[in-house]
């Protein structure tokens, strides 16, 4: 009831940590905004459309740090990771990624990152350092792995106590995994459900038939 509609006009993403709410806004002058849901006050924005610094395109996912004061997005356009301060909400990086990615999550200082267009869905980047490629592609007849991980995405979250999991949803295909990585090197799925898989064509795009 506080907030002012401009600010709310089509959001894409919220996400909340305590009293603080970052919203992702695409049709807003800037593409962060940052609520203070406590004292119902708004307390930056953030984020100007371009390619410039400071500025993005495209974001997708919002995570808060569980380690630091800080939080991230990703400008999937850019392949950039941005981070920003939770006490002043200033933006303190922008970090070139390697790699096209979707979705990322972060577990102390490892950050893992889902890719699209791979026979290996993940990234294990291990102190910012060691790349470990991993992931088993969900099997459909007669479409190449790399095709089907180009659909489905979705996001990605992990757990470290008692045992470091990693698990993934498909926001289209109804596809659910979970991993064990408490041995970087020796990443395993441990469970995999499929509800209902996408349709492809004979060209890997998705089939008028599919359920979508």
């Known amino acids: 009831s506080f907030i002012n509609k401009d600010d709310l006009l089509s959001p894409e993403n ?12 695409p049709q807003g002058e800037k593409l962060l905004t ?13 984020l100007a459309k371009g390619n410039g610094p400071g500025e993005a395109i495209s974001l997708q996912t919002i995570l808060f740090d569980g380690q630091q004061d800080n939080f ?5 356009a850019q392949n950039k990771l941005n981070v920003f301060s939770t006490q002043n909400f200033n933006l303190l990086e ?22 699209a ?17 991993f992931g088993s592609p969900v099997e459909i007849s007669h479409v190449e792995p790399n095709i089907i991980t180009q659909v489905l995405q979705g996001p990605i979250v ?17 596809v659910f995994q979970i991993y064990n990585y408490d041995n970087s090197n ?5 469970k995999e459900i499929v509800v209902s898989l996408p349709i492809f064509d ?11």
């Not at 940052?34 to 006050?41: S, W």
């Not at 992990?158 to 109804?174: D, H, N, Q």
């Not at 020796?186 to 441990?190: E, N, S, T, V, Y």
């Open 14 to 25: 919220i996400v909340v940590k305590d009293s603080l709410s970052v919203i992702y806004e």
């Open 34 to 46: 940052i609520f203070d849901l406590k004292n119902k006050t708004k307390k930056k924005e953030l």
């Open 72 to 76: 991230y997005c990703n400008d999937v």
């Open 94 to 115: 922008q970090k070139k990624i390697n790699f096209s990615f979707a979705t990322f999550t972060r577990d102390i200082n490892n950050w893992i990152f889902s890719i």
């Open 117 to 133: 267009g791979q026979s290996e869905p993940f990234v294990f980047l291990k102190d910012n350092e060691e790349e470990k490629r």
């Open 158 to 174: 992990v757990t470290s106590t008692p045992i470091k999991k990693l698990a993934w949803f498909s926001v289209y295909g109804e």
């Open 186 to 190: 020796d990443i395993k799925l441990a």
């Open 202 to 212: 004979e060209n890997g795009a998705l089939d008028m038939n599919t359920k979508l």
